[in-house]
């Protein structure tokens, strides 16, 4: 909220010809690169998460992290990009089973084979889900040499890296 305020301050400070911006703005770095960066050009903007090499976050932390060449780049974002898939998959269905479930529940009579009926492609997605993660792992280690294997070990027990 403070920064929301000091930049509209700042805003109206240059809208109204003052050359100088609110005190905070200049002396901060983080204001002003923020800015440059507000209008999606360069690495993406600071609000949409861009970064190097066009790829998506986790493709470039393991890039990064692990100093992964090119055919390793590519077999990584091959089993990443299926486990993405595998998991909008499972979103689908989550909210498929939300609508079935809305559907029962203007019922007056909900049975639990029919709540059962409504949850089973929230429970079978979740099940894939889980072999498309442990494929991906699989994946991904087999491409690995042994010091990258320990790094990767290291990023999933840290929490840095979420597959």
Not at 49 to 71: C, I, K, S, T, V
Not at 104 to 110: H, R
Not at 136 to 163: H, K, N, P, W, Y
């Amino acid at each position: 909220m403070y920064h929301y305020c000091n930049r509209w301050a700042r805003r109206a400070a240059f809208a109204s010809g003052y050359a100088a911006a609110s005190k905070t703005a200049q002396q901060s770095p983080f204001y002003a690169s923020r800015d440059a960066d507000d209008d999606g050009g360069g690495r993406g903007g600071w609000r949409h998460g861009g970064g190097h090499f066009g790829m998506r976050r986790p493709l470039r932390q393991l890039a990064y992290h692990l100093n992964l060449d090119d055919a390793q780049r590519r077999q990584v974002a091959a089993s990443l990009n299926r486990l993405k898939m595998e998991r909008e998959q499972a979103e689908l269905d989550s909210r498929r089973t939300v609508d079935a479930l809305a559907d029962l529940v203007v019922d007056e009579q909900v049975s639990v084979d029919a709540l059962r009926t409504a949850l089973a492609p929230r429970v079978t997605s979740t099940e894939n889900l889980q072999l498309a993660i442990a494929r991906a792992v699989q994946e991904i280690s087999a491409v690995l040499d042994a010091d990258q294997r320990q790094e990767l070990a290291m990023l999933l027990r840290s929490g840095a890296l979420r597959l």
